[in-house]
């Protein structure tokens, strides 16, 4: 046998020996009309100054759909025996080609690794891929809509699937479909709580494929927990007659909840436990944004596990929070009436989830609202039991103390307040507040606020009539009345409304935090406050995160019930709730546009929200 055959031949025959190293340098690419390639052959493996092989030469081989896998496969380029450069003259400037490199030893010993590829014209990775779950209410069945764009110049791509893991091919896993534009696909073969893996294989009409990791999604379908909501017919007057539970809702047949004033808060059939559903937990959160533990939702003095928490000490490292869990919503209007739902898991593409984002713009699992209104503890805005309310601040300065607690700190955020505006409307099934929770602290006859900590032991919920014990909701003080609150993301710039949803810009905001002008804020049309300042809401604007007060010509006892103060002639921060003496304008809906962030007042100050960096 020749040696030309024992190296080269179809019967090699291998002597043992020490594989040779990867090619130092294997590229090709599209010079003129042809494939042009360079090719650097590897050292010998020389060990203390031993040789362990020598390198002979390497094989090129080419293939147009995949990487040659070893010497025999696909079509032989060349042989050689010098590192060289040259031109693959079979080749097209507009074909796609798959190339591999074989260094070999004297031996007869090849070096088959990955390394020694490189691909021409390889089709570039979908434009998107995306698989979402979706629960559809009217069948009771979930599905997988996968969001599908080609890359330009393919023919189309392969899409696969598995329960085991990605496919690596576009003949491994399940065949889902092919598709040749782009395309939403949906996948109604799932099963609640399996997670499917999804590859797409993007190609050309020669038949290369692109097989990179990104072109995969994976998704676990869910079917929601809870689908709730409620319906506002806008033109009705009366603060409960214009609400109502549609009957595309879980709670179609509740009994609203309400304060028996006296007495105990009835939740009628809203009596969810803290952390189930849409009900937030009481809790310490370090400054770190980590829960450091659970507190007795009836007692706040007490770790919910028992023992005494840290609700009143002033040196543990955080503040008193409710956690919040994710909650997607719905709200939009159409013939007069203003549509509110929300789910743990979004119906479809409409949906969203305004307060879970962080400052990156990621979705977070937990959103963070204040217990107490802010005290100020060693130049921080603390969230304390039993502490003294930080009053007579500018905008900036409380802004500053509540950014001391850490990055992922700040002060009360509007999408937060809009959010738990809604849930106390469909709870209540009513827009009047007061009415069904309790007053506030509001009677004309207080002469100050009272400071943190006096409804520890009140529950979630709790309420008096009476104007001055105060008002709680959903484990906070003081939501509305006692003081103002003053509210990030909410400007009145000489009457035109702006708002800013999220800290980043996932809200299509272009600002990248908050800030005391609305410079990059969106920009709400048809919302000049009109009508009497200090009167009562009658209008508000629907927007897709919410709605926003206009017009202030309503009463104590119609529509939304609640004031509205505004004066269009500068740059006006929002402060919200109302004040120990503002009676039955204060309320989850009241607003004061009237004052530049650099006011200040013993009625005025803020409380905190946290929203966490998501984990990796």
Known sequence: MAEEDLIFGKNRHFFGGIEPSNMQNFTAAIEGEHVKITAQLPADTVINGQTLCTVEGAVIRRNTTDYPK??????EVAIIKTSTTFVDSETSATGTYYYAAFPFTTQGVYNRNKANRVVVNEPEPMEEFSAKSVYVSSSDTVKVEITAKLPDGVAGAVIRKSTTGYPTSETDGDALTTITADTVY?????????TYYYSAFPYTSTGAYNRSEANRTSVTPKKRDYLFGYDLVKSTSSPSGRVSYPDDVDNANFTPAKMNFGGSFSYGDWNFAPGEKFMPRPCMLTYAGVVDHYLNPNDYTQKAEGGASKVADTSFGGNAMMEWPKI???RWEEGGVYHFRCSDTPQDESWECWSNYDRLNNQIDHFYTPIYFGSNVSSKLRSISGQANMVNQNATTEINYAKANGSDWYTEVLADRLLIQDLLVMMGKSTDGQTVFGSGRSASSNSSAVNTGTMDTKGMFWGSNNGTDGVKVFGME???GNLWRRTAGWINDKGTQKVKLTRGT???STATDYNTTGSGYKTISGATPTGTSG???????????GRIPVTASGS???FEADGLYYNNSGT??????GYWGDGLRCGPFCALLYYAPSYSSSAYGAALSCKPLATA
Do not use: P, Q
């Open 506 to 508: 996932h809200d299509g």
């Open 572 to 577: 006006m921060y929002a402060v919200v709730g």
């Open 186 to 194: 949906t996948d109604t073969n799932v099963t609640v709580g399996t």
């Open 478 to 480: 003081h939501f509305w």
């Open 70 to 75: 070893d010497e025999f496969d696909g079509e």
């Open 535 to 545: 009167g009562y809401i009658k209008t508000m604007k629907t927007e897709g995160f």
């Open 556 to 558: 104590s006892s119609t």
């Open 328 to 330: 997607y919503t719905k």
